[in-house]
């Protein structure tokens, strides 16, 4: 996306003022989740500022610049050891960040930007509400995800980043709806948008490369020399839940990651019985995980 002069010396002076300060902070006060790549989380605000102001017409950058700071910095803080670091981390950036001012209620997470009008709203704003009257009840419950500020900033914040082809990851203990969230989200992309396809692939401790890349190649097929994609022009979304479960080799990695590694950074991997490459096009990766079983780090590379 092209920005004119005035939009990018706007946003240098944004990640001049907020960025470092941010990162430097939380390193030395809090702890994320599972453990996080400065670099990652800065690429990550990249692509959402992209999404968002790719969209809109922006009078209020700096709402959506902290919105994006908070949640792509902040997002992966919960309970851990007995310290609430989300709710520091909140207390903390309301304390040092007031151009931008949150409502005392609440954390600064209970909250989204209304982009046309430039100020905060209540997550609950974007809910519908009518989802009980629509509700059909010859379908089984797993069918729905209620709406609440947790599942609808989770998926409203996942849409942006499969907007701009960027791989977003829930990470949860058992329980708290993970699955339920990204199952909910697909089945609403892929009836809205028949361009989308998904598939879900379960990770467990005997996963590897190779079942992995057998699984993945079931929704492709051959277009035009080594290039493989979804049927037509559709885009093919795949879902891995238990990301971190696949037993790590003698090396200390877990190849079936590292395929998973390979395909984000070059979209290709190998047919291993001709030796050629495959080049793996339309796709993109939604993941979970428990960060309690399992690996407790996933590769940062991915």
């Given at each position: 996306m092209k920005y004119d002069d005035d939009r990018k010396k706007q946003l240098r002076e944004l990640f001049d003022k907020y960025v470092a300060k941010t990162l430097f902070h939380c390193k030395k006060s809090f702890r994320h989740v599972v453990p996080q790549v400065d670099i990652a989380m800065v690429m990550s605000m990249c692509k959402l500022l992209e999404n968002l102001m790719a969209t809109h017409d922006i009078k209020g950058a700096e709402f959506i610049f902290a919105f994006a700071c908070i949640w792509c910095i902040g997002g992966g803080y919960a309970t851990k050891d007995g310290i609430p670091y989300k709710e520091q981390f909140?207390?903390?950036?309301?304390?040092?960040?007031?151009?931008?001012?949150?409502?005392?209620?609440?954390?600064?997470?209970?909250?989204?930007?209304?982009?046309?009008?430039?100020?905060?709203?209540?997550?609950?704003?974007?809910?519908?509400?009518?989802?009980?009257?629509?509700?059909?009840?010859?379908?089984?419950i797993q069918s729905y995800t209620i709406p609440?500020?947790?599942?609808?900033?989770?998926?409203?914040?996942?849409?942006?980043?499969?907007?701009?082809?960027?791989?977003?990851?829930?990470?949860?203990?058992?329980?708290?709806?993970?699955?339920?969230?990204?199952?909910?989200?697909?089945?609403?992309?892929?009836?809205?948008?028949p361009i989308y396809l998904q598939q879900i692939i379960n990770f467990n401790f005997y996963t590897d490369a190779n079942l992995l890349q057998m699984i993945m190649e079931?929704?492709?097929?051959?277009?035009?020399?080594?290039?493989?994609?979804?049927?037509?022009?559709?885009?093919?979304?795949?879902?891995?839940?238990?990301?971190?479960?696949?037993?790590?080799?003698?090396?200390?990695?877990?190849?079936?990651?590292?395929?998973?590694?390979?395909?984000?950074?070059?979209?290709h991997w190998y047919d291993k019985s001709k030796l050629t490459m495959k080049e793996i096009k339309n796709t993109q990766l939604i993941a979970a995980m428990n960060p309690t079983a399992g690996s407790f780090t996933v590769n940062p590379r991915l």
């Open positions: 909140s207390n903390w950036w309301k304390a040092e960040w007031k151009t931008i001012k949150f409502p005392s209620k609440g954390t600064v997470f209970d909250y989204y930007v209304d982009i046309e009008n430039s100020k905060l709203e209540d997550w609950s704003k974007l809910s519908d509400s009518d989802i009980i009257s629509t509700i059909d009840t010859s379908k089984s609440t500020v947790e599942t609808i900033s989770a998926s409203f914040l996942m849409k942006q980043f499969i907007n701009i082809n960027h791989c977003p990851i829930l990470v949860g203990m058992p329980g708290t709806g993970k699955t339920q969230i990204i199952k909910g989200l697909l089945n609403d992309l892929c009836a809205k948008n079931q929704n492709l097929e051959k277009k035009a020399g080594k290039i493989f994609a979804p049927k037509g022009t559709n885009k093919l979304l795949y879902f891995v839940d238990d990301l971190n479960m696949p037993a790590r080799d003698p090396y200390d990695t877990q190849n079936a990651i590292a395929l998973l590694r390979q395909h984000r950074d070059y979209e």
